[in-house]
């Protein structure tokens, strides 16, 4: 199993807090947002590096209200 990245970490703890989100449902969102097709495994890699994803991981930081930082991959 891949270790999440540092983003990666803070999406899921932001997923954690009320309201909870599921991987699924965010998922949901980004397509929805995007007009990419994104689900629950590409949302996956994205948060454990094996894909960086620009235009998903902006959507992610909008959705979650997450400070626009370095995507790092550590």
Do not use: C, H
Request: glycine share 8%.
């Amino acid at each position: 199993m891949a270790e999440y990245t540092s983003f990666g970490l803070a999406v899921k703890t932001k997923l954690l807090g009320p309201p909870v989100k599921t991987q699924k449902q965010l998922a949901a969102q980004v397509s929805e947002r995007t007009g990419l097709y994104v689900d629950d495994s590409y949302i996956s890699k994205v948060l454990t590096g094996r894909r960086k994803g620009a235009k998903v991981t902006k959507a992610i930081q909008e959705i979650l209200d997450l400070p626009d930082g370095p995507n790092d991959s550590t």
